[in-house]
């Protein structure tokens, strides 16, 4: 398998030549027959092989052929386009739906903004109102504003 280091010409080298063998040639010998009733297949068959070996197993029945199923009352094209139908029908319903449901939210969110508006707007006017119905907040009374004035200067 490694080459050997010892420098020789490739010529001298061993080589080893391996003859095959031949077999003797096999001779053919009819097969006995083994007696089988008429119209009766034997559960256990047996056959002898040229050699003189006898094979015993169990017999094979004939393949029966499938049933032919009968074609459809409906053709296929018919079915597939009736299902496309359906599922083109069941898609835009339901992007009808999707729709609705985008105008409704749409809907409840400016409601919400609005009822918004009015309760800010509502407070803002009752702060306002309610500042003037009251005396409330910083009042100034001129008098002694001026009287306090003209005896601080005086």
């Known amino acids: 398998m490694y080459p050997d280091h010892t420098h020789r010409v490739p010529a001298q080298r061993a080589v080893e030549v391996h003859q095959p063998t031949s077999l003797p040639p096999a001779v053919p010998v009819a097969a006995p027959l ?68 985008i105008a409704a939210l749409t809907a409840f969110i400016t ?17 306002v109102l309610s500042a003037s119905g009251h005396q409330g907040g910083t009042t100034v009374n001129i008098r002694r504003a001026v009287i306090k004035r003209n005896h601080f200067h005086g």
């Open 111 to 127: 409601q919400l903004i609005i009822l918004a508006a009015v309760i800010f707007g509502g407070w803002i006017a009752v702060q």
């Open 34 to 101: 083994v007696p089988v009733q008429p119209g009766t297949v034997p559960a256990v068959a047996s056959i002898v092989l040229p050699d003189g070996r006898v094979i015993t197993g169990y017999a094979i029945e004939p393949a029966r052929p499938e049933p032919v199923a009968a074609p459809p009352a409906v053709s296929r094209t018919a079915v597939n386009v009736a299902l496309g139908g359906v599922g083109f029908l069941a898609v835009c319903g339901g992007l009808l739906l999707l729709t609705s449901f």
